[in-house]
């Protein structure tokens, strides 16, 4: 059972156009969420979280939304760059309930285009 | 962020052998790390938890005999492939949490390949 899923396994934007990913949960007990970048045969680079008592968190380029109700997160990057180019991860903790462990999307490939 | 090394990038080692994957944090202390693998175009899978001084919690599905886990100190956790087989060739990732943080910073990984 996926408890966290990424539904596109790939994403193309333009240079300097909006790029958003998107990252829908089913367990209910999720309460903290974090995006990840990886790049092939590298750990994954932490990018910016959000617990589940804000809707919005923005850090330079990367902002992330939650709709709880909805349980859907996304990730937008504004301007894309080419270096965005990368595997992109949602990830998904239960922190309340004492969990600390991070459930992971499959990922989303993104490509940043010239 | 914080810093995870994990040592060796990669390997390659002959079908029956042990390979030992080190994961240590450099610049905090580490209650907690995670071991995770990941197959080719698919996500991170949780492999086991482990607590500094304690026995690590492995996931439904994953042999705690043939992936051992030792988090001997607060900065350091291994994990080690014993008999390793062909099948066991992938991506394995370790994290690493600080007790009062919730974000886990990564390792670079280390790409298994058995002979």
């Known amino acids: 059972d996926q408890q966290v899923k990424q539904n596109s396994p790939s994403l193309s934007v333009q240079e300097g156009r909006i790029s958003i990913l998107n990252c829908d949960y089913t367990?209910?007990?999720?309460?903290?969420f974090l995006w990840y970048k990886k790049y092939p045969a590298e750990g994954p680079t932490f990018l910016i979280s959000i617990s589940s008592i804000k809707d919005k968190n923005e850090d330079g380029r990367f902002t992330v939304f939650l709709n709880k109700s909805a349980k859907h997160l996304s990730l937008h990057i504004v301007p894309s760059q080419p270096g965005d180019s990368a595997v992109y991860f949602c990830a998904a903790s239960a922190v309340t309930g004492g969990g600390n462990k991070l459930t992971f999307g499959t990922g989303t490939q993104l490509k940043v285009e010239l | 962020g914080a810093v995870v090394s994990q040592h060796p990038s990669w390997v390659i080692c002959k079908s029956g052998t042990s390979v030992k994957i080190e994961c240590r944090s450099l610049?905090?202390?580490?209650?907690?790390m995670f071991w995770y693998r990941q197959f080719p175009k698919q996500s991170l899978m949780l492999m086991a938890t482990s607590n500094e001084g304690s026995k690590a919690t492995y996931e439904q599905g994953v042999e705690k005999d043939k992936f051992l886990i030792n988090h001997a100190s607060l900065t350091l956790s291994t994990l080690t492939v014993t008999s390793a087989h062909p099948e066991d060739s992938s991506f394995y990732i370790c994290?690493?949490?600080?007790?009062?943080?919730?974000?886990?910073?990564f390792g670079q990984g280390t790409r298994l390949t058995v002979v």
């Open positions: 610049d905090f202390q580490a209650t907690t």
């Open positions: 994290s690493a949490r600080a007790e009062t943080d919730t974000e886990a910073f």
């Open positions: 367990n209910s007990m999720f309460d903290y």
